[in-house]
């Protein structure tokens, strides 16, 4: 029971979250008379959250007397007003002043009197929301943060029974026996109702629940890691999955690589449903390579066979204009770049058809030379193309996914795009060029463009 708190060595200091109930109180107690045992060095945290008025200062008056009485220090924090989902901001408070005191090295870990009845409330809490394995898993043994649990494996009854025979003191919550919390009324009403209509050992058949979707959800994460490395990428501060390589895993696999991706991106799932990784499993398993879904704190959009999944929609390109050293380095923001260099042509035979990227000598009649990002709209007749085509029919043609095209460099003067990343020089811009090399030969400057 008390095996995340045991080591050989020099004593953990392991803090206690007494909110001063029976269980909590309890807790204490037992890890008082193991502490020389478990070699554990013992302080008493304590959280108001000022809920309940002069009940809830009462209750830390009440835990400020208990560590002193005990020799032990207290590290005690008040919530100031909670918003929202009261129970769950209170929640996420709590657990955030234990991670600060696990992070600043005042303690090691933080126990807590999570007892098997509350797992039992929880699974089954869990199991009507609609929660998946995950959320079966229940209250965790130990964390990654530092918080055990070493109550889990025994009743609340017995718990009580525990303070009784030793005569310990605790603090009631009255609002634990309010209906109108949903929490109450499963442990109230539900579990003793199912206890005695269906099955008298239910609490133990949900810790079981919770047991065997720990270790299946131990297992997926050894097995999805590695699936992830081959289906993820990384673009920016977006996440991009391969819907080739997701589409050809199990079921089970790809829902479990989305609710992953989403993690990574969003941090956590908070709002996200079952139905919303199968709109998104169905956008990418589509024959066709676009779709779109909005998910609560992430945009997810497929282009071609990639989805981008982020926090926010894709915003246009950036309109910019900068002028283009030659030579030099050019650079935009947004970190695409090209250098521009004197372009030596072979000694004999060139006409200017070659596979190099080649500018004229500026020549400012023609207008200055500038360096841009795409924009809708942009159109040009490349080297080995019979028409002017827009640029973003290239894309299509390319398959080049919607993210990309956003900082997708293009060379232009006052006559039109002379050049486009990957698209090539324009006809018309080789053509001017093998005419001057015609007419100025040896005297001709032409500049070598490289991408950086």
Not at 46 to 67: C, I, Y
Not at 237 to 242: A, E, G, I, T
Not at 266 to 282: A, M, N, S, T, Y
Not at 300 to 319: A, K, M, T, Y
């Amino acid at each position: 029971m008390f095996g995340p708190l045991h080591r050989s060595g020099p004593a953990r200091r392991v803090g206690v979250a007494v909110s001063g109930g029976v269980d909590s109180v309890s807790l204490l107690h037992a890890l008082l008379q193991l502490r020389e045992t478990l070699h554990i060095e013992l302080s008493v945290v304590h959280v108001n959250h000022k809920l309940r008025g002069a009940e809830s200062d009462a209750d830390e008056q009440f835990t400020r007397d208990l560590a002193a009485s005990l020799g032990l220090p207290l590290h005690c924090t008040a919530l100031g007003a909670l918003s929202g989902n009261i129970e769950q901001s209170a929640r996420l408070a709590r657990i955030s002043f234990f991670h600060s005191l696990i992070v600043s090295g005042v303690v090691d870990r933080i126990a807590t009197g999570h007892t098997a009845s509350d797992q039992a409330e929880t699974v089954l809490f869990r199991f009507l929301r609609g929660s998946g394995s995950t959320g079966l898993s229940g209250i965790l043994p130990v964390t990654q943060e530092g918080i055990v649990r070493p109550l889990l494996e025994v009743t609340r009854e017995q718990v009580e029974c525990f303070a009784r025979e030793r005569g310990i003191a605790w603090r009631i919550d009255g609002t634990n026996a309010s209906l109108n919390f949903r929490r109450n009324r499963i442990r109230h009403e539900l579990l003793p109702r199912l206890q005695n209509d269906y099955n008298p050992r239910l609490p133990e058949q949900l810790a079981h629940v919770a047991e065997i979707a720990r270790e299946e959800e131990a297992y997926w994460r050894s097995q999805i890691e590695p699936l992830a490395a081959s289906t993820f990428r990384t673009w920016g501060d977006s996440l991009l999955v391969d819907c080739t390589q997701l589409s050809a895993l199990a079921v089970a696999a790809q829902r479990r690589l989305l609710r992953l991706a989403f993690t990574r991106v969003k941090c956590d799932l908070h709002q996200i449903g079952f139905h919303h990784i199968e709109q998104v499993r169905h956008i990418a398993q589509r024959s066709q390579g676009h779709g779109r879904a909005h998910i609560p704190g992430l945009d997810v959009v497929r282009s071609f066979g990639w989805l981008r999944i982020s926090n926010s929609p894709l915003p246009p390109p950036p309109s910019v204009y900068v002028p283009l050293c030659v030579p030099g380095i050019t650079r935009l923001p947004g970190g695409e770049c090209v250098a521009v260099d004197k372009f030596t042509a072979p000694e004999s035979g060139y006409n200017g058809y070659g596979n190099e990227a080649l500018l004229l000598e500026p020549d400012h009649r023609s207008g200055p030379l500038v360096l841009r990002y795409w924009q809708p709209g942009d159109l040009y007749q490349p080297v080995g193309f019979s028409r002017p085509e827009k640029v973003k029919q290239m894309f299509q043609l390319a398959r080049i996914p919607l993210w990309e095209r956003r900082f997708w460099p293009i060379i232009e003067n006052g006559r039109g795009i002379l050049w486009c990343r990957r698209f090539g020089c324009s006809l018309a811009a080789r053509e001017e060029i093998v005419q001057a090399i015609k007419d100025r030969g040896e005297e001709l400057v032409l500049w070598k463009l490289v991408e950086v």
